[in-house]
């Protein structure tokens, strides 16, 4: 029902920023959790960022400090500012919406590139 799409990714050198946005077609509504994911080549896909609607925060110990995961319920948008990139962070990102309350519902986005490379 609520599909999301990314946007920002890009080349970037490291100790670059880059802003991701995701943006919902549907209200995003309940009792949810909103976070960024990001998968590298030949790894797993692992948690970056969370938000929910409680306005609770969790960052991954890897992007502490440089990444910061934000919203704009009137846009049905949230954000990921990515500061002081790594090439480590090189990798798809993924936005996802899980909601709990009061129906189930899961909704992922198809990823936006972010490369980090001299």
């Known amino acids: 029902q609520v599909q999301l799409v990314e946007s920002g990714g890009g080349l970037v050198q490291p100790g670059g920023s880059l802003r991701l946005s995701c943006a919902a077609s549907g209200t995003i509504f309940g009792i949810y959790v909103m976070g960024w994911y990001r998968q590298a080549p030949g790894k797993q896909r692992e948690l970056v960022a969370t938000?929910?609607?409680?306005?609770?925060?969790n960052y991954a110990d890897s992007v502490k400090g440089r990444f910061t995961i934000s919203r704009d319920n009137a846009k049905n948008t949230v954000y990921l500012q990515m500061n002081s990139l790594k090439p480590e962070d090189t990798a798809v990102y993924y936005c996802n919406y899980n909601r709990k309350f009061p129906t189930s519902h899961d909704s992922w986005g198809q990823g936006t590139q972010v490369t980090v490379s001299s």
């Open positions: 938000i929910t609607s409680g306005g609770s925060i």
